[in-house]
């Protein structure tokens, strides 16, 4: 089974509005986690480094005001997509790795559109 | 700069053998790791190569060269359901994200 649940697989939502994509690691702790997004037909792109207690880390380009990320707990880290607009339409994927470990699992995606 | 370079696209024919180049220019090195990806889903994990040499798992071998910072992925057998997208992708730290090349898709046809 998933060791990484992202949740919701797939979410539509009008634009201006916001939505939050939930990402839990199952069975370990994770004291961090990545965000990516992947357009169609591109790959996958780092959004941020999610740091549990602490202020997620943004890639050049990524608006942090407008992707809040949350990491409250060593076993779930949140996404919000604010004032959603058709542009942020995407596959957002996260990942998690152990303490201490080198495998990193990734969850299952969620597509957004947003209309 | 990070940069991660394969073929964007590769065709095949069932029961051949294909091979997908990766080549990488990062600050560091902390292992390469190779997924594939079918559309409209997650990545999944085939391989990670942290020291120099070739690691073999059933049809699928992945091969690291750090000096000339070169990886291949070699798939075998190949079989209609391997038509996927490969991603090669770096670690440059301990415990930091992984950063992932285009990806190469693959076609395999009878």
């Known amino acids: 089974g998933a060791v990484v649940s992202q949740h919701p697989s797939r979410v539509i939502c009008k634009s201006g509005t916001s939505v939050k994509i939930e990402c839990r690691s199952l069975d370990f702790q994770a004291t961090t986690m990545f965000w990516y997004r992947q357009f169609p037909k591109q790959s996958l792109m780092l959004m941020a480094t999610?740091?549990?207690?602490?202020?997620?880390?943004?890639e050049q380009g990524v608006e942090k005001d407008k992707f809040l990320i949350n990491h409250a707990s060593l076993t779930l880290s949140t996404l919000t997509v604010t004032s959603a607009h058709p542009e942020d339409s995407s596959f957002y994927i996260c990942?998690?790795?152990?303490?201490?470990?080198?495998?990193?699992?990734f969850g299952e995606g969620s597509w957004l559109t947003v209309v | 700069g990070q940069n991660i370079d394969q073929p964007t696209e590769m065709t095949a024919t069932e029961g051949a053998i294909v091979q997908i180049n990766c080549t990488y220019q990062t600050s560091g090195f902390n292992g390469l790791f190779w997924y594939q990806q079918h559309a409209g889903e997650a990545p999944t994990f085939l391989s990670y190569?942290?020291?120099?040499g070739l690691e073999e798992k059933g049809r699928f071998s992945s091969f690291l060269s750090r000096s000339k910072g070169y990886s291949y992925l070699l798939l075998k057998e190949l079989q209609m359901k391997d038509s996927a997208s490969y991603l090669c992708a770096v670690r440059d730290e301990a415990g930091t994200a992984l950063i992932f090349g285009k990806g190469t898709t693959l076609s395999v046809s009878s």
């Open positions: 999610s740091n549990e207690g602490s202020k997620a880390t943004y």
């Open positions: 190569n942290v020291l120099d």
């Open positions: 990942s998690a790795t152990q303490v201490n470990g080198n495998t990193i699992y």
